[in-house]
């Protein structure tokens, strides 16, 4: 039998060699075939494997410099890119700190200031944009002309005057209105905005408000437009207020629009430096009212009161006349910047007695009980010195001196002194220079040299003529007897504090020196309290209380020398209780019309003003007899009291006060509101007394005080 034979199929033995051989066949024979391929089909084969290779290069190159400028960019340039990043979306800018406020001692607000917007323009980019029109819509028009007529109104400037500062050829800044109130900043934008109107920008700047309006003006003082204190406490304490502007940096989106708390929300959220005064406004208040009543009464060309602790040296209050407001410090009359508490010179007249009389119980030549015959005048030298009504009260005593006010009897005293220790003491009690107190503008005064003075001279320096004082070294010479001897040193700052708390700057008391023994100025005080109630200064009298005091009238002064005939200063000084002083006050009156004498015209407002500050602090009075008590007024104000209604002004503004008393304070206030009546309300519980009186004609925004118990 044959053998039997298979095909071979791949994967059965003998495949692999054949598969092998075919496929090297293959490649053999496109290898021929290559080698008989058309020459330009070869060419363009070569072509795109160059290309494909140049491809690759390139590709490989750009992904190199891709690389290395992102590593330049990143590492080498990152910082300075990530700041060039931040100068896009940012911009730097002056911060404006506001400057510090002004407190009372009680920490109310005097003078504050808040961050406000300034307007000014470059004339030189006053011109009408293109940019800022859609196309061929731009008028024909002066937009300085246009600028000016719409400004003109919202900024209460002319519209003249301000074509004339945009005008300006060669200028490239122009201040247009500085501090601008928020709704006339608002209205200009609006303006400016809708008028197309360019070159106009904004500045913050500081604006300085005085909360009282004219309170305390000459004490304060104000600032000018560069927040530079000008006057009063403004400027001698300007140091410590002026704010510090400081570079910022704010954030803005790509609109342009601030991102984030505004620049002026972070200003105002900075405190500054705060300076508190002694000064307490409420007696303030009633200090200048008083005071203006008086030159309404009076026709006095000028006046000036101060209200001083005696045993601490405090300024609790201090005013001036003429006045006026700090916020419109432009406006002011002729002379109203002089606080004349401390920067006018005057003769004292007889408000010097209780000086002199205490240099003579010092120096032990008098006694209270040493006896004068009173002629009614005295010759020195050949100069008659006659008493203020020209007659004679024969036989007193010093006391009596002091209780009439007889210049006979203190020329007698002064001869028996001398020039030297008349001078000596006056020197002693502060006179003839400044106080050292830290009130702004105080002038020194002057005395007598006493190697130049004549008998005449001694004879006149004891009753006050020939030297010439301030009103505060007068108020500071009377505390000496009302603490028992002590010279203070006077102060009106209390304390300047820093943000964080830290106190910069702080009054205290100061003793200068002892000018008189303990027992002397008990001697001196019992006098003067006989001034009150049984001699000239009977019309200082507050009931149920203890005043010792002075009056003082005397000749003024003239500029060119000698005095102006008929024209007086009256004045009146005194503290009380003047068995536990706690308040000294002294009132000047200058060139009263009419009575002019100190009984008359500065004793009454001494009286009227201590009245309303001891009973608005609660100083009890040490003799009730004749005064009611406290809860028969409750109880007499509670039955009369009928409900109060809500007051209405009438057409011209006009109400007519009905009485107050036996009310809450809300009670009252809601009365008041109703007819824009403000409120100053003093102590707490019922109400029991007001000012002005029942049936006063008022009109808004007319002050009614109104006290409680």
């Known amino acids: 039998m044959a053998a039997l034979k298979f095909p071979k199929f791949p994967g059965f033995p003998g495949a692999p060699k054949k598969q092998a051989a075919k496929q090297k066949n293959v490649e053999k024979a496109r290898e021929s075939s290559l080698l008989h391929l058309d020459p330009s089909h070869q060419d363009v084969l070569e072509k ?24 330049y960019l990143q590492v080498v340039q990152g910082r300075a890119m990530e700041r060039e990043a931040l100068d896009q979306i940012s911009g730097e800018h002056i911060e404006i700190s506001p400057r510090g406020s002004i407190l009372d001692r009680n920490g109310e607000e005097l003078a504050v200031s808040v961050v406000s917007k300034s307007l000014y323009v470059d004339p030189q980019e006053l011109v009408d944009d293109p940019a800022r029109w859609p196309l061929g819509k731009m008028p024909s028009r002066d937009p300085k002309k246009v ?15 301000l ?144 209200l001083m602790d005696p045993n601490t040296g405090e300024i609790l209050g201090m005013a001036s006349r003429p006045t006026f407001d700090p916020n419109h410090f432009g406006d002011a009359p ?61 036989h007193v005593t010093f006391t009596d001196v002091i209780k009439f006010s007889l210049n006979t009897g203190m020329a007698a005293l002064g001869l028996k002194l001398g020039g030297e220790r008349e001078t ?60 028992g001897g002590t010279l203070v040193k006077p102060y009106i700052v209390q304390k300047i504090v820093a943000p964080d708390g830290t106190v910069l700057k702080e009054g205290k008391t100061e003793a200068v020196r002892k000018v008189i023994t303990p027992e002397v100025a008990e001697e001196m005080r019992t006098m003067m309290e006989k001034v009150v109630s049984e001699g000239g200064g009977k019309t200082a009298q507050i009931k149920g209380y203890k005043i010792a005091g002075k009056t003082g009238t005397a000749e003024k002064l003239s500029p060119k020398g000698g005095y102006i005939p008929g024209v007086y200063i009256a004045s009146f000084v005194g503290f009380v209780p003047s068995d536990a002083p706690k308040y000294a006050m002294i009132i000047m009156l200058d060139s009263p019309k009419g009575a002019f004498y100190g009984s008359q ?57 009905p009485n107050l008393a036996g009310h809450s304070i809300r009670e009252v206030a809601a009365a008041l509101g109703g007819a824009k009546l403000s409120l100053i309300p003093i102590g707490s519980g019922t109400s029991w007394k007001q000012t002005p009186a029942p049936g006063t004609v008022l009109h808004s925004g007319d002050t009614v005080t109104v006290y409680f118990r």
Request: with cysteine; aromatic share 8%.
């Open 334 to 394: 002729k002379g109203a910047f002089m606080n004349r508490g401390v920067g006018i010179v005057y003769e004292p007249g007889s408000v010097f007695k209780p000086i002199m009389g205490s240099a003579g119980l010092m120096e032990g030549v008098i006694t209270p009980n040493t006896p004068f015959n009173d002629e009614g005048s005295i010759d020195v030298g050949g100069r008659r010195i006659r008493n203020w009504d020209g007659k004679g009260m024969g």
């Open 601 to 657: 015209v500065s004793a009454p407002i001494f009286r009227d003003t201590l009245q309303q500050i001891l009973v608005a602090e609660g100083i009890q009075p040490s003799n009730w007899d004749g005064l009611p008590t406290v809860e028969s007024l409750l109880s007499k104000t509670a039955k009369e009291a009928a409900p109060l209604a809500t007051l209405e002004a009438g057409e011209d503004g006009s109400v007519k006060l």
């Open 424 to 483: 000596a003491y006056a020197r002693d009690f502060g006179f003839g220079s400044v106080t050292g107190s830290d009130v702004p503008g105080e002038e020194a005064g002057i005395l007598y040299d006493p190697k130049d003075m004549v008998p005449s001279d001694v004879a006149t320096m004891a009753i006050g003529q020939g030297i010439a004082v301030t009103p505060l070294q007068m108020l500071r010479a009377i505390c000496a007897i009302a603490n």
């Open 147 to 161: 600028a000016a007529e719409a400004l003109a109104p919202v900024l209460d400037l002319k519209a003249d005057e």
């Open 48 to 71: 795109g494997n160059r290309r494909v290779i140049t491809l690759g290069w390139v590709l490989g190159f750009g992904i190199l410099l891709v690389v290395g400028r992102l590593f």
């Open 163 to 306: 074509y004339g500062e945009f005008c300006e050829p060669d200028r490239r800044f122009v201040w247009v209105k500085r501090t601008l109130d928020p709704h006339e900043a608002d209205r200009v934008e609006e303006i400016l905005k809708d008028q197309k109107l360019s070159g106009f920008h904004f500045k913050e700047e500081s604006k300085r408000f005085y909360t009282k309006n004219n309170l305390a003006a000459q004490v304060l003082g104000f600032v000018g437009t560069d927040d530079e204190g000008l006057e009063g406490i403004e400027a001698s304490e300007d140091e410590y207020l002026k704010g510090q502007n400081q570079k910022k940096r704010s954030f803005f989106d790509a609109k342009g629009n601030l991102v984030g708390p505004s620049a002026m929300n972070q200003v105002q959220a900075r405190r500054m430096n705060t300076v508190q005064l002694t000064i307490d406004a409420r007696m303030q208040f009633i200090l200048e009212k008083s005071l203006d009543e008086a030159i309404k009464k009076t026709h006095a060309a000028s006046a000036a009161a101060i």
